[in-house]
């Protein structure tokens, strides 16, 4: 468990030059990791960790939001590393806010079990809703009040192909368990096995060559899609790069063994049958991935830069038209400009949670930031008049401040 006061989620803000329209500072935050049990892509049950941020205090029914992370090879960058990891920021931000937030690992990362399935539309899916399922109760448990029942969803990279498969199968298969409210995909590869595939097949040098043999080693072991990894890989590839998806490296690191080409670790037969065979295991499944094929009943902002060096720009498009040509209402692509994934990650996320919020019945507190001469001044109780918790509907109440100063106050509708 992590917390972080309210003068702690504004140190956040100042030190990593957060937008102060990202969201108000509301409430403080308790950050949890959280082990749960979740289907595998063979239907047995299996460990998977996650993370869940409240917003300590709140006396209201609130939202709820889940992020989906982007690419992560090493264990310690997975949200459940509460405190800790770079999912913390998002986490923050949005319960300070006033939403009850979830952020699966996805199976395999974090404390999960085995390699982790990367780039699997089925179990992004499932492990994002079994922990949004138990989110609700464990946030009713710690807060004591239940959510309003409305469901957001927003990622990034990975992320955004996860939010897709999500949206996806909920509407499909959970529609009388969850509604969703709004989701926003950014920047995700929701056509495997055409745009994203054709950018990695193109013999040009790519910004993560790392990414190929991670989908790879977490497709054979779902599909099967090599007999023996020497006759898939040439040396000295097959030797030692399975063991740096054991969750111990970081992507860079990974990216540093290999060369900028990402083919170029395949064995040529193994390659060419992949090109020239329609069912090629492989093909197939990038096929059974794709994320786009469905219409949306919710609505949705897909945002994607067009400068994407890591993810086809192209790919948010298809996804679109389809959506469009199909009968789908209430969904919007947003190019957020000549920028590259990096470069892009920052915009797009900043712009999904705020048109997030345009959607979100956000409980208004009684406890505000206020600032004096000598700096910040925090509120850190409210009491009616004889000592008691302030009750909503009381209009008469004291402020007590972190310096020990109180202020009486009547507050209106």
Not at 85 to 107: H, P, Q, R
Not at 152 to 171: C, D, N, P, W
Not at 322 to 328: D, E, S, W
Request: hydrophobic letters at 35%; charged letters at 15%.
């Amino acid at each position: 468990m992590a917390t972080w006061s309210l003068d702690e989620v504004s140190d956040l803000y100042d030190e990593f030059g957060i937008p102060e329209s990202a969201s108000q500072i509301n409430y403080p935050v308790d950050g949890y990791k959280i082990l749960y049990m979740t289907p595998d892509y063979n239907g047995e049950l299996t460990i998977c960790s996650g993370a869940i941020f409240l917003p300590a205090g709140i006396n209201c029914p609130p939202p709820l939001i889940s992020w989906q992370h982007g690419t992560e090879s090493n264990d310690e960058g997975a949200p459940s590393n509460v405190g800790n990891s770079y999912n913390d920021l998002i986490g923050v931000v949005c319960a300070s806010g006033g939403y009850i937030v979830t952020m699966s690992d996805f199976i395999g990362l974090g404390e999960g079990e085995g390699i982790h399935n990367y780039m699997h539309a089925q179990t992004e899916a499932t492990a994002t809703i079994d922990l949004i399922m138990y989110g609700k109760e464990f946030a009713n448990d710690m807060l004591g009040t239940p959510t309003n029942d409305q469901l957001f969803l927003f990622g990034y990279s990975q992320g955004g192909h996860a939010t897709m498969a999500t949206v996806k199968e909920i509407e499909a298969n959970y529609s009388e368990e969850l509604t969703i409210t709004a989701s926003a995909p950014m920047a995700g590869p929701y056509s495997m096995s055409e745009i994203q595939s054709e950018m990695l097949e193109s013999g040009l040098p790519y910004p993560n060559p790392g990414y190929l043999p991670y989908l790879i080693f977490s497709y054979n072991k779902i599909y099967n899609i090599y007999d023996d990894i020497n006759d898939a890989l040439i040396s000295p590839y097959n030797t030692f790069l399975y063991d740096m998806y054991d969750g111990s490296y970081d992507m860079w690191e990974i990216n540093n063994t290999l060369p900028s080409t990402p083919i170029d670790i395949f064995q040529e037969d193994y390659y060419q049958e992949y090109l020239n065979n329609n069912n090629h295991p492989l093909r197939l499944a990038l096929i059974d991935n794709d994320v786009y094929d469905f219409v949306p009943q919710s609505p949705m902002r897909l945002i994607h830069c067009s400068g994407d060096d890591n993810v086809a720009y192209e790919s948010s498009e298809l996804a679109y038209n389809y959506f469009i040509t199909n009968g789908a209402e209430n969904i919007e692509l947003i190019d957020g400009g000549n920028f590259n994934h990096e470069q892009c990650a920052s915009l797009a996320i900043l712009g999904g949670k705020l048109w997030i919020d345009t959607y979100a019945e956000l409980c208004q507190p009684s406890q505000v930031i206020e600032l004096n001469d000598q700096g910040k001044k925090t509120i850190i109780k409210t009491i009616d008049l004889i000592g008691r918790k302030n009750q909503k509907d009381n209009p008469f109440l004291i402020n007590i401040y972190s310096d020990g100063s109180y202020q009486k106050k009547f507050q209106t509708n």
